[in-house]
């Protein structure tokens, strides 16, 4: 989920459990207006225990990639809810579409505030997770939200009779849409091995080591659900593990133990540690790459190690425990990629490939390296991707007195 969306006089700010006494506030305040919009309700759906389970089945929803919700705030009245936003119903595969529902508290209306807190939602929409259509509908008498889509720039598609029982009364509506101009289709991630070898212990990944063990016991200790587990794990290895490079010290480590107990790796090992707590917890994780330049474009490039992570609701989803610093911010927010790096040229390469295991030029250039200055100097390279199901020979080592871990603006 996102986090708080900011226009010149709103605060939209994302739906938690914590909100449910005010949401019921607030739509006991509009009940009369929403009400010709919405389906019946009976009185017992105006108590705070329905509106706990209310708020509680929204983000079940949200969690797992299905809708993005936000509540409304003035910045003067931040006690207050004002107004809410959702795009709910979101679909991936070959649509890649959601739908888009809004309300606001009648003592704001027409002063053009919804129309300013739907356009940073479908901002939100398009860029951060990358939907390609939003659809609205909204009852022919409905001229206030028919003003607000077209002030966005949605085309009415059609007239549908009958089409939803909106206040006790079947309802026809206005079908409306806006695409994305600027869509991208995502990376679609390919798993090079058998599924048992994302679960399995390896030379490197070595999840069944009595260190690995125990930190993966008490992470596990502490989040009971895959998807709570699999974030802290990430936010161990990001925050609790220091990167090499930036921090000008430690031994060069290729072991996922060896990353744990020294508390120091690149993002090579970086990875292969965040593998091996997630295997010993039993989530199915797998190795991936990005090619990279060094500097601010062009040769030489070097590769760059992240993870993939087999998560329930959301497939395998890339995240980057390499470690944040001023101009690095790499989050785990599925669905949404929130990575270290961008590709910034033509040579730079995001490698679909899920991989079980380091690929052979990484392990390589990690066990030659005597300390991490060495390395800085001789980082591995591909310049094409492995092959499905065989390994993939390193092209030469690069030499340079730049490295990855020195790049401008970006630092693999």
């Known amino acids: 989920m996102s986090g708080t969306l900011q226009t010149p006089r709103l605060l939209l700010q994302p739906l938690t459990k914590d909100d449910a006494a ?30 706990v389970q209310r708020v509680a089945a929204q983000l079940e929803e949200v969690s797992r990639g299905h809708a993005c919700r936000w509540i409304l705030r003035l910045p003067t009245q931040p006690e207050s809810i004002i107004g809410h936003v959702a795009i709910t119903s979101i679909q991936r ?88 101009p600027a869509w991208r289709a995502p990376l679609m991630l390919q798993a090079n091995d058998a599924p048992e070898a994302y679960l399995a212990p390896c030379a490197i990944i070595d999840c069944e080591h009595p260190a690995i063990q125990a930190k993966a016991s008490r992470l596990r200790t502490l989040n009971g659900d895959v998807l709570s587990l699999a974030r802290a794990s990430f936010e161990f290895v990001r925050d609790g593990i220091v990167h090499s490079w930036d921090a000008q010290q430690g031994p060069v480590t290729l072991k996922a133990s060896e990353v744990l107990l020294s508390g120091y790796g690149y993002c090579y090992a970086k990875s292969h540690l965040l593998a091996a707590l997630l295997r010993a917890n039993g989530i199915a994780a797998g190795l991936c790459y990005q090619r990279l330049s060094i500097g601010d474009g062009g040769a030489p490039y070097c590769l760059h190690g992240l993870n993939a992570i087999l998560l329930p609701g959301f497939g395998w989803y890339r995240c980057d425990a390499r470690g944040n610093k001023p101009g690095i911010s790499a989050e785990f927010d599925p669905p949404r990629e929130r990575l270290a ?42 310049a094409h991707p492995p092959s499905q199901g065989a390994p993939c020979a390193p092209s030469r080592p690069i030499s340079t007195t730049q490295s990855c871990a020195l790049r401008t603006p970006h630092t693999p």
């Open 93 to 180: 595969g070959v649509r890649h579409a959601g739908v888009l529902g809004y309300g606001l508290d009648n003592e704001h209306a027409a002063q053009g505030l919804m129309t300013e807190a739907v356009s940073a939602a479908i901002q939100y929409a398009f860029g951060a997770l990358n939907l390609h259509r939003i659809e609205a509908n909204h009852r022919p008498d409905n001229l206030a939200s028919a003003r607000v889509l077209a002030k966005l720039g949605f085309e009415r598609e059609g007239f549908a009779r009958n089409y939803i029982r909106l206040n006790g009364e079947w309802s026809d509506v206005v079908l409306n849409s806006l695409c994305n």
């Open 22 to 51: 005010q949401v019921l506030a607030y739509e006991m305040r509009n009940h009369a207006l929403h009400g010709r919009h919405g389906p019946v309700r009976a009185a017992t759906d105006f108590t705070l225990e329905a509106c």
């Open 341 to 382: 790096f961008k590709l910034q040229d033509a040579f730079e390469t995001d490698f679909p490939q899920i991989n079980a295991r380091p690929l052979p030029a990484v392990i390589e250039a990690l066990r030659a390296a005597p300390d991490i200055f060495w390395l800085h100097d001789h980082l591995p390279d591909l």
